[in-house]
């Protein structure tokens, strides 16, 4: 709201508009220090951040809907006259603020808790438009914190407007996230510099940055939000291709990795740790693997394969491959005494969860006990106090502890290597090109191979990770059947309890999926009242166990062992089992409100139940039988995580696969990137070609260019300061 400075020099307009950039959101209208400290969270901090906060998805703000469409908890956007505005101090002391408002149809009521700032906002004859969720408050809806829009006195509701929905994160509501990016918007919108001169925008269609920040977040029209995000998605993938480029020339002599040569007595001294012979497909990859890791320049490879098709145990034949080679003496010193033992390099794992991570450490140590194994394999997770980890960091960086597993922050804050060799990132469904610059560590790079099961067109994963290579396990171990998926409407219920039931009493382990989509308290609430119903109605004859996010680690962890040690019958849980927990006796499963799930995120969990020799099966419990809802149509017609995973991101529209955040860039939609597959190739040409024309990018037109590549990735890559 404060009008920009006009009559300042070019200099310090820049000053102050970095200034302002950086203000931090808790001094901004409207946000304050109590939200700003849950804004944390999503690390949204400054006016900057909460501007490239962008939404995930759009819904609804034309005012369309009348009183009779209002359903309890959906989405809803109603226009009418401001009637009856009302102040005053709740029994507990908070600041309630609400008005009436007279729509088509009757009245709904719209409440602000603790926005004093609102009463002047509003007055009796005012026309707006509302957006949210309502509930019933005695005869009336009522809206608590809605979305406004003042419409002025020609303008109708017209039904071209929408409304920004953000990702969020545990704790953290989209009012409040709407709320900082508002205020943020009102703050800075025009500030942040465009990289592009004014030619490029015109000649390659772009919106100037001011614009398309403003469209990204509250459009004009639909089409308005399709240029604002090809802007973004130009500008990131330009920026990080020309970044790559300036990196690779900068680093053409330095870079140089450890060389792990596996010749065919290590070779088979690792498969021998395997309880199963390598599919044909897994000893493909191990070839591609191996080959890259011999030579002294870093591996730079995405391993893709469907959920349990073998990722993990590749990871693990690389990581004992490493872990099983001595690095070299180095030239020895006069004074130094010879080390006791000679050192052997080092593998990291990084793993998305913790449970996860743990989960990973038991199947190594189980590989790598008796004989010959004395490879350390640690943990390092949030879970742990910190002098235990401080105790693990220190026998990492002299270079004891063999393998370390654990999540990326803290493996990537807390270790320093002292033979770091090879980098896993497992289960990414993130992409960016970030961490493998993260744990450059030393004068060697470390190899890096990164393993997914969302299948990345080879263009895309170029445009995101520069040029690497690409291995695929198209093959599933042998004597896997693909899960029996079913349907289960509202009328099918009860017969689907009894089969369950069933089968449970027949030896089988199962899983109750409830969703959760921020495992808030109010989540976690619905959470332990899912649990109960099923403890004292279907499944009360049966040993429960509940895992959630909210559990503190070692809770979890107990849960999870006796699970898989049979002392619990089934398992209910949130999606914290989504990704690669690994029980082969749990081969039934049960999705609870299946359509809440995204289709990449049903089919991981379904995974779960397809790991032992038992035909696996999941029920997934919609709310109506039979109305079409494409998402379960298609999973329950396939088990081809590939096919399925194109069709997600057909399916979903702006896609939630977060790429750069933590580097302060605005985040990748992989959903974008696919559907946009024509911005991303001329990106990365048009990025390539002025790299040719240009290396250093000093043409004195792109300074500006310059000097945010440098700021976003300068850091990240190791750009130095040339030009
Ligand atoms: P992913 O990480 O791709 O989902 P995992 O590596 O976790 O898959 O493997 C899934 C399951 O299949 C694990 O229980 C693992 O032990 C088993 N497995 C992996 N490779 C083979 C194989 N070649 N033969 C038999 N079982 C295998
Ligand atoms: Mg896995």
Redesign the pocket.
């Known amino acids: 709201m404060e009008p920009s400075p006009r009559h300042e020099t070019k200099a310090s307009h820049k000053q102050t508009a970095e200034r302002s950039l950086s203000t931090p959101l808790e001094r901004l209208p409207g946000v304050g220090t109590a939200r700003a400290e849950k804004l944390i969270r999503l690390q949204l901090i400054t006016a900057r951040d909460a501007l490239m906060h962008f939404p995930r998805d759009y819904r609804d703000f034309s005012g369309a809907h009348r009183i009779t469409d209002i359903c309890e908890g959906e989405h809803a956007s109603i226009a009418g006259n401001v009637t009856d505005v009302s102040s005053r101090t709740t029994g507990l002391g908070r600041q309630r603020f609400s008005f009436l408002l007279a729509c088509a149809g009757g009245h709904v009521r719209s409440v602000f808790f603790n926005m004093p700032f609102m009463a002047k906002r509003f007055a009796v004859g005012m026309r707006v438009v509302i957006a949210g969720s309502a509930k019933k408050s005695g005869t009336i809806w009522e809206f608590t914190h809605p979305e406004v829009r003042w419409l002025s006195a020609g303008e109708t509701a017209s039904g071209s407007e929408w409304l920004a929905v953000y990702p969020l994160s545990e704790g953290v509501p989209q009012s409040l996230v709407r709320t900082a990016v508002q205020a943020a918007i009102a703050h800075a919108a025009d500030l942040p510099a465009e990289a592009f001169p004014e030619e490029m925008l015109r000649e390659k269609s772009l919106l100037p940055i001011a614009q398309a920040i403003r469209e990204i977040h509250c459009p004009s029209s639909h089409a308005m939000i399709a240029a604002a995000r090809r802007r973004f998605v130009y500008e990131e993938l330009f920026m990080l291709q020309l970044a790559l480029r300036m990196h690779r020339s900068q680093q053409q002599e330095r870079r140089s990795a450890p060389a792990i040569a596996i010749d065919a007595r290590l070779d088979s001294r690792i498969r021998a740790r395997f309880p199963?012979?390598?599919?044909a497909a897994?000893r493909r990859v191990a070839t591609e693997i191996a080959a890259d890791l011999a030579r002294d320049e870093p591996m730079n490879r995405l391993l893709q394969?469907d959920?349990?098709?073998?990722?993990?145990?590749l990871a693990a034949y690389a990581m004992l491959a490493v872990v099983g080679t001595k690095v070299p003496a180095t030239t020895p010193h006069a004074d130094a005494s010879p080390p006791l033992v000679s050192q052997r390099y080092q593998a990291a794992l990084m793993a998305p969860t913790e449970l996860l991570a743990r989960q990973h450490v038991a199947t190594l140590q189980r590989m790598l006990s008796g004989k010959g194994g004395s490879v350390e394999v640690e943990l390092l997770v949030g879970g742990q106090p910190a002098l235990q980890r401080a105790r693990i960091a220190a026998r990492i960086a002299d270079g004891q502890v063999g393998i370390v597993v654990g999540t990326q922050a803290l493996v990537c804050g807390t270790a320093k290597f002292k033979n770091l060799a090879l980098v896993v990132i497992d289960e990414q469904h993130r992409f960016g090109v970030i961490q493998r610059a993260l744990l450059q560590q030393g004068q060697a790079d470390p190899h890096t191979l990164v393993?997914t099961?969302t299948p990345i067109p080879r263009t895309i994963a170029h445009a995101i990770y520069g040029d690497l290579a690409v291995s695929v396990?198209d093959e599933q171990?042998?004597g896997r059947q693909p899960v029996a998926t079913y349907r289960v409407g509202p009328e099918q219920l009860e017969k689907w309890w009894e089969f369950f039931r069933k089968k449970l009493s027949e030896g089988r382990r199962g899983y109750v999926v409830v969703p959760a989509i921020e495992e808030s308290k109010r989540d976690l609430a619905s959470i332990s009242s899912a649990f109960e119903n099923l403890a004292n109605g279907p499944l009360e004859a049966f040993r429960l166990g509940l895992v959630h996010g909210r559990l503190k680690s070692k809770a979890k962890t107990a849960v999870m062992d006796d699970f898989r040690c049979g002392k619990l019958d089934v398992l209910v849980a949130t999606s914290v089992i989504e990704v690669?927990i690994?029980v082969?006796q749990a081969t039934i499963m049960t999705i609870l409100d299946a359509d809440t799930f995204g289709l990449a995120q049903l089919h991981q969990l379904r995974?779960r139940v397809a790991?032992g020799a038992t035909q696996g099966i999941c029920g997934a419990v919609t709310e109506s039988a039979t109305e079409s809802i494409p998402r379960i149509d298609a999973f329950v017609s396939t088990t081809d995580g590939f096919k399925l995973a194109e069709q997600d991101l057909l399916l979903r529209g702006p896609g939630d696969l977060v790429g750069t955040r933590q580097s302060g860039a605005p985040p990748l939609y992989l959903a974008d990137l696919l559907r946009d597959a024509s911005v991303v190739a001329e990106a990365r040409r048009d990025a390539i070609a002025l790299f040719e024309r240009d290396p250093t990018v000093a043409d004195p037109k792109l300074r500006r260019l310059h000097e945010l590549i440098q700021r976003r990735w300068g850091e990240k890559l190791g750009l130095g300061q040339v030009g």
């Open positions: 199963f012979e390598f599919t897994q394969g959920v349990g098709s073998g990722k993990t145990a393993m099961a396990l171990p042998p690669g690994d082969p995974g790991r």
